[in-house]
């Protein structure tokens, strides 16, 4: 079980107000070699599990319209934020909110807004998406991390990170 205290924008969080669910499927998937997603019920109660490769989860269309409204956490094998195109399926397909396991036990939370996700965000070929797009390829994660900030701040996206281990 991870620690009890974490850190919120430079503020220390009690990481007791996180599900005891969610912290637990972060701890078990944090240090895997391939990507899984945890679909949980907005109570937190694990509604699928599904496990990928070393970078991709292949959902069904099926799949992918069941995560509407739904709460979704999954880990990313080698650190890094959400990846352009985990912005453009939780815009796509409504997430409410994705949260993203890294080895070095970084958890990112992205929310929906209040009014829905941008239509902007859908699209990988959309300007935002691609200058995301562009960083990550480049391999500058942390120009990568300050423009996902900026479009969250633009699109009154909720972002932050909070460290478990």
């Known amino acids: 079980m991870p620690s009890l205290l974490g850190w919120r924008n430079d503020k220390i969080v009690r990481l007791d107000k996180f599900h005891p669910n969610l912290l637990n499927e972060a701890t078990r998937i944090m240090n ?9 019920a907005p109570n937190f109660e694990i509604w699928n599990t599904k496990e990928g490769t070393k970078d991709e989860i292949h959902l069904s ?6 995560l509407r409204d739904q709460y ?20 796509t397909y409504g997430i409410a909110r994705a949260y993203l ?14 009014k829905g996700w941008p239509k902007q965000l859908m699209f990988l070929s959309e300007d935002p998406m691609m200058d995301l797009y562009m960083l990550a390829m480049s391999g500058d994660l942390e120009g990568y991390d300050l423009q996902l900030e900026r479009i969250a701040y633009e699109f009154k996206i909720e972002y932050w990170k909070v460290k478990i281990q």
């Open 101 to 114: 396991i890294e080895p070095n036990g970084m958890l990112s939370v992205m929310e929906k807004p209040t």
């Open 72 to 91: 979704i956490l999954h880990n990313h094998p080698i650190p890094g934020p959400f990846s352009p195109k985990d912005i453009s399926i939780c815009a």
């Open 61 to 66: 269309v099926k799949e992918r319209h069941q």
């Open 32 to 40: 895997q070699s391939w990507e899984t997603l945890v679909v949980f």
